[in-house]
Protein backbone atom coordinates (compact mmCIF):
# COMPACT_ATOMS: atom_id res chain seq x y z
CA UNK A 1 0.00 0.00 0.00
CA UNK A 2 1.40 3.46 -0.79
CA UNK A 3 0.87 6.15 1.29
CA UNK A 4 -1.84 8.26 -1.49
CA UNK A 5 -3.57 4.52 -0.75
CA UNK A 6 -3.22 5.30 3.17
CA UNK A 7 -4.65 8.24 2.92
CA UNK A 8 -8.05 7.34 0.29
CA UNK A 9 -8.67 4.87 2.64
CA UNK A 10 -8.45 6.44 5.97
CA UNK A 11 -10.75 9.04 4.48
CA UNK A 12 -13.42 6.32 4.11
CA UNK A 13 -12.14 3.95 7.19
CA UNK A 14 -12.27 4.86 10.90
CA UNK A 15 -9.32 4.59 12.88
CA UNK A 16 -8.73 2.13 14.82
CA UNK A 17 -9.03 3.64 18.76
CA UNK A 18 -7.37 2.24 21.80
CA UNK A 19 -8.30 3.03 25.54
CA UNK A 20 -6.64 5.63 26.99
CA UNK A 21 -5.92 4.55 30.52
CA UNK A 22 -8.77 3.92 33.08
CA UNK A 23 -10.02 7.34 31.47
CA UNK A 24 -12.83 5.73 30.07
CA UNK A 25 -12.16 7.14 26.79
CA UNK A 26 -11.39 5.16 23.37
CA UNK A 27 -9.11 7.52 20.97
CA UNK A 28 -7.80 6.99 17.45
CA UNK A 29 -4.36 5.62 17.63
CA UNK A 30 -2.99 8.93 15.63
CA UNK A 31 -4.16 12.06 17.38
CA UNK A 32 -3.29 15.82 16.50
CA UNK A 33 -0.79 17.59 18.47
CA UNK A 34 -1.37 21.20 18.11
CA UNK A 35 1.60 23.17 19.39
CA UNK A 36 2.56 23.85 15.91
CA UNK A 37 -1.14 25.90 15.77
CA UNK A 38 0.16 28.16 19.03
CA UNK A 39 3.67 29.05 18.33
CA UNK A 40 7.64 28.02 17.89
CA UNK A 41 7.19 26.73 14.64
CA UNK A 42 6.71 29.81 12.51
CA UNK A 43 3.72 31.31 11.71
CA UNK A 44 0.50 29.23 10.71
CA UNK A 45 -2.36 31.38 10.09
CA UNK A 46 -5.94 31.73 11.92
CA UNK A 47 -7.18 30.03 8.66
CA UNK A 48 -4.20 27.34 8.09
CA UNK A 49 -4.81 26.29 11.91
CA UNK A 50 -8.59 26.12 11.34
CA UNK A 51 -7.87 23.93 8.42
CA UNK A 52 -5.51 21.44 9.90
CA UNK A 53 -8.15 20.81 12.47
CA UNK A 54 -11.06 20.15 10.13
CA UNK A 55 -8.86 18.19 8.16
CA UNK A 56 -7.43 15.86 11.21
CA UNK A 57 -10.93 15.51 12.57
CA UNK A 58 -13.08 14.80 9.46
CA UNK A 59 -10.26 11.93 8.76
CA UNK A 60 -11.26 10.26 11.88
CA UNK A 61 -8.49 11.79 14.57
CA UNK A 62 -10.70 11.77 18.18
CA UNK A 63 -7.57 12.96 20.61
CA UNK A 64 -6.43 16.79 20.50
CA UNK A 65 -3.54 17.51 22.24
CA UNK A 66 -2.49 21.15 23.41
CA UNK A 67 -1.04 22.95 25.78
CA UNK A 68 -1.49 26.49 27.86
CA UNK A 69 1.18 27.68 26.62
CA UNK A 70 1.54 26.97 23.36
CA UNK A 71 0.99 30.41 21.86
CA UNK A 72 -0.01 31.70 25.26
CA UNK A 73 -3.00 30.02 25.15
CA UNK A 74 -3.65 30.67 21.26
CA UNK A 75 -3.55 26.84 20.36
CA UNK A 76 -6.40 25.87 22.88
CA UNK A 77 -8.62 29.13 21.81
CA UNK A 78 -8.43 27.87 18.06
CA UNK A 79 -8.82 24.65 18.87
CA UNK A 80 -12.10 25.92 21.05
CA UNK A 81 -13.05 28.33 17.61
CA UNK A 82 -12.34 25.09 15.48
CA UNK A 83 -15.30 22.67 17.44
CA UNK A 84 -17.39 25.48 18.15
CA UNK A 85 -18.36 25.54 14.51
CA UNK A 86 -18.31 22.32 14.26
CA UNK A 87 -20.67 21.46 16.99
CA UNK A 88 -18.81 18.37 17.97
CA UNK A 89 -16.61 17.25 20.83
CA UNK A 90 -13.46 15.09 20.17
CA UNK A 91 -11.06 14.33 23.57
CA UNK A 92 -9.19 17.47 24.21
CA UNK A 93 -5.88 16.82 26.34
CA UNK A 94 -4.33 20.25 27.54
CA UNK A 95 -0.83 20.81 29.52
CA UNK A 96 -0.54 23.41 32.51
CA UNK A 97 2.22 24.19 34.60
CA UNK A 98 4.77 25.81 32.44
CA UNK A 99 3.29 29.23 33.31
CA UNK A 100 5.22 28.99 36.67
CA UNK A 101 7.16 31.72 37.18
CA UNK A 102 9.61 31.49 38.82
CA UNK A 103 10.15 27.64 37.16
CA UNK A 104 10.47 25.97 40.43
CA UNK A 105 8.83 23.05 41.90
CA UNK A 106 7.79 25.45 44.99
CA UNK A 107 5.79 27.63 42.20
CA UNK A 108 3.03 24.60 41.99
CA UNK A 109 0.79 25.60 44.97
CA UNK A 110 -2.65 24.53 45.11
CA UNK A 111 -3.67 28.41 43.92
CA UNK A 112 -1.67 28.48 40.98
CA UNK A 113 -2.39 24.96 39.48
CA UNK A 114 -5.83 25.82 40.19
CA UNK A 115 -5.25 29.36 38.36
CA UNK A 116 -3.61 27.55 35.18
CA UNK A 117 -6.80 25.00 35.05
CA UNK A 118 -8.85 27.79 34.98
CA UNK A 119 -7.67 29.53 32.45
CA UNK A 120 -7.59 26.85 30.10
CA UNK A 121 -11.17 26.24 30.55
CA UNK A 122 -12.09 28.99 29.50
CA UNK A 123 -9.31 28.85 26.77
CA UNK A 124 -10.80 25.82 25.31
CA UNK A 125 -14.49 27.09 26.64
CA UNK A 126 -15.39 23.83 28.60
CA UNK A 127 -16.45 23.28 32.44
CA UNK A 128 -14.53 20.35 32.61
CA UNK A 129 -11.24 19.37 30.82
CA UNK A 130 -11.01 15.84 29.43
CA UNK A 131 -7.37 15.32 30.79
CA UNK A 132 -4.76 17.95 32.56
CA UNK A 133 -1.31 16.64 32.43
CA UNK A 134 1.65 18.29 33.98
CA UNK A 135 3.89 20.04 31.65
CA UNK A 136 7.33 18.53 32.10
CA UNK A 137 7.35 20.56 35.60
CA UNK A 138 10.72 20.69 37.46
CA UNK A 139 11.77 16.85 38.50
CA UNK A 140 10.77 17.16 42.40
CA UNK A 141 7.21 18.09 41.13
CA UNK A 142 6.54 14.16 39.93
CA UNK A 143 6.66 13.28 43.93
CA UNK A 144 4.87 15.96 45.63
CA UNK A 145 1.72 15.27 46.96
CA UNK A 146 0.24 18.17 47.70
CA UNK A 147 0.39 18.48 43.81
CA UNK A 148 -1.50 15.14 43.24
CA UNK A 149 -3.61 16.01 46.26
CA UNK A 150 -4.95 19.10 43.95
CA UNK A 151 -5.64 17.08 41.09
CA UNK A 152 -7.80 15.17 42.64
CA UNK A 153 -9.61 17.33 44.43
CA UNK A 154 -10.02 18.89 40.95
CA UNK A 155 -11.67 16.16 39.76
CA UNK A 156 -13.71 15.42 42.76
CA UNK A 157 -14.87 19.21 41.71
CA UNK A 158 -15.14 18.18 37.98
CA UNK A 159 -13.01 20.90 36.66
CA UNK A 160 -11.29 18.17 35.42
CA UNK A 161 -11.86 14.58 34.53
CA UNK A 162 -8.72 12.89 34.63
CA UNK A 163 -5.15 14.50 34.72
CA UNK A 164 -1.55 12.80 33.72
CA UNK A 165 1.49 13.82 33.63
CA UNK A 166 4.27 14.73 30.31
CA UNK A 167 7.55 14.17 31.01
CA UNK A 168 10.87 14.34 29.61
CA UNK A 169 12.68 11.21 31.09
CA UNK A 170 11.59 7.43 31.96
CA UNK A 171 12.54 8.29 35.98
CA UNK A 172 9.77 10.97 36.24
CA UNK A 173 7.34 8.68 34.09
CA UNK A 174 8.27 5.69 36.58
CA UNK A 175 7.66 8.38 39.43
CA UNK A 176 4.17 9.44 38.68
CA UNK A 177 3.56 5.90 37.95
CA UNK A 178 3.29 5.27 42.07
CA UNK A 179 0.36 7.87 41.82
CA UNK A 180 -2.65 6.02 41.41
CA UNK A 181 -4.62 9.11 40.02
CA UNK A 182 -2.23 8.88 37.23
CA UNK A 183 -3.95 8.19 34.31
CA UNK A 184 -1.52 9.20 31.21
CA UNK A 185 1.61 9.70 30.36
CA UNK A 186 3.07 11.61 27.32
CA UNK A 187 6.62 11.03 26.72
CA UNK A 188 8.96 11.46 23.39
CA UNK A 189 8.85 8.31 21.25
CA UNK A 190 10.41 7.78 17.77
CA UNK A 191 12.87 5.75 15.76
CA UNK A 192 15.47 8.16 17.15
CA UNK A 193 14.18 8.11 21.13
CA UNK A 194 13.76 4.29 22.54
CA UNK A 195 14.33 4.02 26.01
CA UNK A 196 11.04 4.16 27.19
CA UNK A 197 10.41 1.04 25.31
CA UNK A 198 12.90 -0.88 28.03
CA UNK A 199 10.44 -0.15 31.58
CA UNK A 200 8.32 2.95 31.03
CA UNK A 201 5.90 1.42 28.72
CA UNK A 202 5.66 -2.04 29.92
CA UNK A 203 4.72 -0.44 33.86
CA UNK A 204 2.37 1.48 32.05
CA UNK A 205 0.44 -1.24 30.66
CA UNK A 206 0.57 -2.81 33.98
CA UNK A 207 -1.07 -0.01 35.66
CA UNK A 208 -3.27 0.51 32.95
CA UNK A 209 -2.17 4.18 32.29
CA UNK A 210 -2.84 5.20 29.10
CA UNK A 211 1.06 6.45 26.55
CA UNK A 212 0.58 9.53 24.43
CA UNK A 213 3.74 9.42 22.22
CA UNK A 214 5.31 12.96 21.56
CA UNK A 215 7.45 14.35 18.99
CA UNK A 216 7.25 11.14 16.86
CA UNK A 217 9.25 12.88 13.95
CA UNK A 218 11.73 14.02 15.43
CA UNK A 219 10.51 17.71 15.47
CA UNK A 220 10.47 16.53 11.20
CA UNK A 221 13.61 14.93 11.04
CA UNK A 222 11.77 11.94 10.38
CA UNK A 223 10.21 13.34 7.56
CA UNK A 224 13.27 12.89 5.39
CA UNK A 225 12.59 16.27 3.78
CA UNK A 226 15.24 17.84 5.42
CA UNK A 227 18.69 18.41 4.53
CA UNK A 228 21.89 19.63 6.07
CA UNK A 229 21.00 23.28 4.30
CA UNK A 230 17.60 23.67 5.79
CA UNK A 231 16.69 26.66 7.47
CA UNK A 232 13.94 27.52 9.67
CA UNK A 233 12.73 30.75 10.82
CA UNK A 234 13.35 32.86 13.63
CA UNK A 235 10.55 32.11 15.62
CA UNK A 236 10.94 28.71 14.82
CA UNK A 237 12.53 26.41 17.70
CA UNK A 238 14.09 24.03 15.37
CA UNK A 239 15.99 27.12 15.07
CA UNK A 240 16.44 28.26 18.59
CA UNK A 241 16.08 25.66 20.72
CA UNK A 242 18.52 23.39 19.21
CA UNK A 243 21.18 23.78 21.79
CA UNK A 244 18.54 24.27 24.33
CA UNK A 245 18.35 27.50 24.66
CA UNK A 246 14.72 28.02 25.67
CA UNK A 247 14.05 24.59 26.88
CA UNK A 248 15.07 21.09 27.28
CA UNK A 249 16.72 20.29 23.98
CA UNK A 250 15.12 16.77 23.86
CA UNK A 251 12.48 18.33 22.41
CA UNK A 252 14.12 19.83 19.12
CA UNK A 253 15.06 17.13 17.11
CA UNK A 254 14.51 14.72 19.59
CA UNK A 255 17.69 15.58 20.92
CA UNK A 256 19.87 14.75 18.16
CA UNK A 257 22.28 16.87 16.78
CA UNK A 258 20.70 17.94 13.27
CA UNK A 259 23.18 16.97 10.93
CA UNK A 260 23.49 13.48 12.18
CA UNK A 261 19.89 13.08 11.96
CA UNK A 262 19.74 14.63 8.60
CA UNK A 263 21.98 11.49 7.66
CA UNK A 264 20.38 9.14 9.78
CA UNK A 265 16.36 10.06 8.21
CA UNK A 266 17.87 9.08 4.93
CA UNK A 267 18.63 5.50 6.00
CA UNK A 268 15.11 5.49 7.42
CA UNK A 269 13.62 6.23 4.21
CA UNK A 270 15.95 4.17 2.35
CA UNK A 271 14.37 0.96 4.85
CA UNK A 272 11.05 2.57 4.02
CA UNK A 273 11.02 2.14 0.17
CA UNK A 274 9.32 4.14 -2.46
CA UNK A 275 5.89 3.89 -1.76
CA UNK A 276 5.87 5.18 1.86
CA UNK A 277 6.74 8.51 3.09
CA UNK A 278 8.96 8.16 5.72
CA UNK A 279 7.36 10.16 7.97
CA UNK A 280 3.99 7.97 7.67
CA UNK A 281 6.61 5.18 7.91
CA UNK A 282 8.25 6.12 11.62
CA UNK A 283 4.44 6.87 12.71
CA UNK A 284 3.82 2.99 11.84
CA UNK A 285 6.88 2.27 14.13
CA UNK A 286 5.19 4.01 16.75
CA UNK A 287 1.74 3.15 16.62
CA UNK A 288 3.09 -0.92 16.38
CA UNK A 289 5.13 -0.44 20.17
CA UNK A 290 3.47 -2.44 22.64
CA UNK A 291 1.82 0.25 25.27
CA UNK A 292 1.09 3.43 23.10
CA UNK A 293 -2.20 4.55 22.91
CA UNK A 294 -1.73 6.96 20.59
CA UNK A 295 0.68 8.90 18.34
CA UNK A 296 0.58 12.84 18.49
CA UNK A 297 2.00 14.28 15.63
CA UNK A 298 1.97 18.21 14.78
CA UNK A 299 1.29 19.49 11.53
CA UNK A 300 1.36 23.16 10.02
CA UNK A 301 -0.49 22.16 6.64
CA UNK A 302 -3.57 19.62 5.86
CA UNK A 303 -1.60 17.72 3.73
CA UNK A 304 0.49 17.26 6.75
CA UNK A 305 -2.60 16.57 8.62
CA UNK A 306 -3.79 13.84 5.85
CA UNK A 307 -0.27 12.10 5.63
CA UNK A 308 0.03 11.48 9.61
CA UNK A 309 -3.89 9.95 9.55
CA UNK A 310 -2.54 7.62 6.51
CA UNK A 311 0.07 5.72 9.32
CA UNK A 312 -2.81 4.20 10.23
CA UNK A 313 -3.49 2.56 7.23
CA UNK A 314 -0.38 0.79 7.06
CA UNK A 315 0.81 -2.36 7.84
CA UNK A 316 2.79 -3.20 10.76
CA UNK A 317 6.61 -3.39 10.03
CA UNK A 318 8.04 -6.66 9.52
CA UNK A 319 10.71 -7.99 11.29
CA UNK A 320 13.01 -6.77 8.57
CA UNK A 321 12.10 -3.57 8.66
CA UNK A 322 12.22 -3.27 12.47
CA UNK A 323 15.72 -4.77 12.24
CA UNK A 324 17.29 -2.02 9.76
CA UNK A 325 15.88 0.43 12.18
CA UNK A 326 17.66 -0.98 14.89
CA UNK A 327 20.47 -1.38 13.23
CA UNK A 328 20.06 2.58 12.07
CA UNK A 329 19.82 3.66 15.33
CA UNK A 330 22.89 1.51 17.02
CA UNK A 331 25.26 3.01 14.39
CA UNK A 332 24.04 6.57 13.97
CA UNK A 333 22.16 7.93 16.81
CA UNK A 334 22.93 5.72 19.96
CA UNK A 335 26.01 7.65 20.43
CA UNK A 336 24.05 11.04 20.79
CA UNK A 337 21.05 10.09 22.62
CA UNK A 338 21.82 11.75 26.45
CA UNK A 339 21.67 8.81 29.30
CA UNK A 340 18.30 10.62 30.87
CA UNK A 341 16.42 10.00 28.24
Aim: hydrophobic share 40%; net charge negative; glycine share 8%.
Amino acid sequence: MTVTDGIAESANTPLETRPLGRTGADVSVVGLGTWQLGGDWGDVTEDDAAAVLDAALDAGVTLLDTADVYGDGRSEERIRKALAARGERPFVATKAGRRADPFVAETYTPENLRAWIDRSRRNLGVDTLDLVQLHCPPPAVYSDERVYETLDALVEEQAIAAYGVSVETVAEGLTALQHPGVQSIQVILNVFRRKPLEQLLPAAQRAEVGILARVPLASGLLSGKYSTDTTFAADDHRNFNRNGEAFDVGETFAGVPFEVGVAAAREVAEVAGPDVTTAAFALRWVIDQPGVTTVIPGARNVQQALGNVAAASLPSLTAGQLADLERVYDERIRAHVHDRW
